[in-house]
C-alpha cells in the first residue's frame, strides 16, 4: 500500500515512524511545505519526498492529512484537482476538531462535487513507538477494503476503536491530549521528588515505572472488574502516608483541575471544528 503524508510534523512523524517498526509494509509519499522535515522523515523511514500535494494524492491508496486544522482548508484547495481523476485515494484527517462533514464542505467549494472516502482518526503521539490509543470513524461511502486498511495502520501502531464521530472531542481529550498532561505531571512529580534530594533522573525513573506499572495494574484488573477506585484502597493504608498525600492533593483541586482539563479540551475541539 503507498501511504502519502501531507504535512510531516510531530504526530505524522509519530506515526510514520512507529508503522516502519512493524510490519504493516507501507511504502510512503511525503510532502511538507518545510522541505527540510519532509526530508529528514524520508531518510528516518525509507520513504520518499513528493515534489507537491497533487502528486501524493494521485500516486497513493491512503494519504494522511498531518496538518493544523486551521492549515486543513488550505491543503484541502490543493487536494481537491487531483480527486477529480477516476482513483481516489482514501483521505485520513487527524486533525483535532474537523468534522467529516467540514472536511466535505471545504473540498465541495473546491469544486469536488462527490465525496471522497473521507476517514477521521485521532491518534497519540505514543503512535511513535506503537502504543497509540486511536479513535477512527469513516464517511458512509468507505468501501470496507479500505476502511479495514485504515484501520489495520493505526492497529499497527496501537489500539484503536471504531467511535462515533459525536465522541471525538472527548476522546481527543482522553487519548489525544492526556500524553501531554501526563508527561506534565511526570515533570512534576520529579520535580517534588529533586526537593526533597533525589536527583532529576532518580526521581523521574521512580514516576515513571510507578506510572507504566500502575497503567498495567488497571489494564490486567479491569479483566476482573476490578476499579481504579479499589486499587486506591489497596494503596492507602488507615492512618498511612498514601491518605495523606491523596487527600492534600485532592484538597489542592486534583480531580477539578482534571475534569477541567477535559472540558477545556473538548470546548476547543469543537470551536476548532468548521
Ligand atoms: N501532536 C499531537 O500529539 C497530535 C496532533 N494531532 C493533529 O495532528 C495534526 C498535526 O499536528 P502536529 O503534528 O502536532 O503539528 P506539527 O506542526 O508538528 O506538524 C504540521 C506539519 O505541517 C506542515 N505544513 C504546514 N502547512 C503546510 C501545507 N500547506 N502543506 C503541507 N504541509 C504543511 C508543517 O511544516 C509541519 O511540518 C493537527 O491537525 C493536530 O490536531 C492529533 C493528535 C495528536
Ligand atoms: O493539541 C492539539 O490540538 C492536538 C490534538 C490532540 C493532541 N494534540
Do not use: Y
Not at 468534522?99 to 491518534?123: H, K, N, W, Y
Amino acid at each position: 500500500m503507498r501511504l502519502g503524508v501531507i504535512g510531516t510534523g510531530a504526530m505524522s512523524g509519530a506515526i510514520a515512524r512507529g508503522l516502519t517498526k512493524t510490519d504493516n509494509a507501507a511504502q510512503f509519499v511525503l510532502f511538507d511545505v518545510n522541505d527540510a522535515a519532509a526530508h529528514t522523515l524520508a531518510t528516518d523511514i525509507g520513504g520518499e519526498v513528493a515534489p507537491d500535494i497533487e502528486t501524493v494524492v494521485k500516486e497513493c491508496d491512503l494519504v494522511i492529512l498531518g496538518v493544523k486544522p486551521h492549515i486543513q482548508r488550505l491543503v484541502l484547495q490543493e487536494v481537491a484537482p487531483a480527486l477529480t481523476s477516476s482513483k481516489r485515494p482514501g483521505i485520513i484527517s487527524i486533525a483535532a476538531g474537523r468534522t467529516l462533514t467540514a472536511i466535505f464542505q471545504d473540498l465541495a467549494e473546491f469544486g469536488v462535487s462527490e465525496c471522497p472516502p473521507l476517514i477521521r482518526v485521532m491518534p497519540n503521539v505514543n503512535a511513535q513507538i506503537g502504543m497509540s490509543a486511536s479513535a477512527i470513524c469513516f464517511c458512509p461511502n468507505v468501501a470496507d477494503d479500505m476502511r479495514a486498511s485504515a484501520i489495520s495502520i493505526f492497529e499497527a501502531i496501537g489500539e484503536c476503536i471504531e467511535l462515533p464521530e459525536a465522541s471525538f472531542s472527548v476522546f481527543s481529550a482522553l487519548a489525544g491530549a492526556s500524553p501531554a498532561w501526563f508527561f506534565q505531571i511526570l515533570d512534576s512529580f520529579a520535580r517534588a521528588g529533586v526537593k526533597h534530594g533525589l536527583t532529576k533522573k532518580q526521581a523521574l525513573q521512580a514516576v515513571t515505572q510507578s506510572m507504566l506499572g500502575s497503567a498495567r495494574m488497571v489494564q490486567i484488573e479491569s479483566e476482573k472488574d476490578t476499579v481504579p477506585s479499589e486499587l486506591i484502597d489497596r494503596v492507602c493504608s488507615p492512618g498511612g502516608t498514601t491518605i495523606a498525600g491523596l487527600l492534600a492533593a485532592q484538597a489542592a483541586g486534583l480531580d477539578s483541575a482534571l475534569v477541567q482539563a477535559v472540558d477545556a479540551t473538548v470546548l476547543r475541539d469543537q470551536e476548532l471544528g468548521g
